[in-house]
């Protein structure tokens, strides 16, 4: 069965910090992946996907980059954090079925 | 574009009552619906989905939905709540074609809370 891993589960970065947070799927190939953010008192926000190596689209405009360095693992960084970028991460996988199945999210508090 | 209401950011129902939460959505083309379950700090669980045929899809832990076309609606329900039903609950919507696999618009979401 397919898995999909994301860490840290928490993170504190100060303001002007870089950021890397890590996510990967186990147990298929050439997975559809994606970043959500989900923001205090809000819903979730698509920020980036991708459906191969090195292929990145992004939804948003943005303080954050994603990378994809090898098939089944995503990587979302920032060179500076800022206050507004604080949330809860969430890395999502999807193959041909049209749902998303989700890692357990990645707490970012900027301060 | 796509977008998804849900109706009432908080519910309150007593354990072993009515669960009703409430969800509609604009598309210009019938989407796939999902029913997403968050428990405090964790990700998000697939509670039930719709793509085609019968309209009134179960899940799992007793919950089921409707979409009803004609109301652009796809409501959320369990006949009778538990405590272990406290959650926060999001409807969300995707688009058809293999490029939008995954790619969710959702909505705000909905506090449930159970009393005992």
């Known amino acids: 069965s397919q898995t999909i891993h994301q860490w840290p589960a928490t993170l504190v970065q100060p303001v002007g910090s870089p950021l890397s947070l890590e996510c990967t799927v186990e147990g298929t190939s050439n997975p559809n992946l994606y970043w959500y953010r989900q923001a205090a008192g809000r819903g979730l926000q698509l920020l980036f996907y991708s459906v191969g190596i090195g292929q990145i689209s992004s939804e948003v405009p943005q303080n954050l980059s994603a990378s994809r360095p090898q098939d089944r693992q995503f990587i979302l960084s920032s060179k500076k954090l800022l206050l507004s970028d604080s949330g809860f991460y969430l890395c999502?996988?999807?193959?041909?079925?049209?749902?998303?199945?989700f890692g357990q999210g990645t707490r970012l508090t900027v301060v | 574009a796509q977008s998804v209401t849900q109706l009432g950011s908080h519910v309150s129902v007593s354990e072993g009552a009515l669960v009703l939460l409430r969800c509609n959505y604009s598309s210009s083309v019938p989407p796939y619906l999902f029913w997403y379950v968050q428990y405090p700090n964790q990700g998000l669980q697939l509670l039930l989905k719709?793509?085609?045929?019968?309209?009134l899809v179960k899940g799992i832990n007793g919950f089921e939905a409707e979409f009803k076309k004609s109301e652009t609606s796809f409501h959320l329900t369990k006949p009778s709540a538990h405590m272990s039903d406290a959650a926060e609950y999001f409807c969300a919507v995707g688009l058809h074609g293999s490029g939008n696999t995954g790619k969710l618009i959702f909505g705000q979401g909905t506090t449930l809370q159970v009393k005992p």
């Open positions: 719709y793509t085609t045929g019968a309209t």
């Open positions: 999502a996988w999807s193959d041909t079925e049209p749902e998303a199945f």
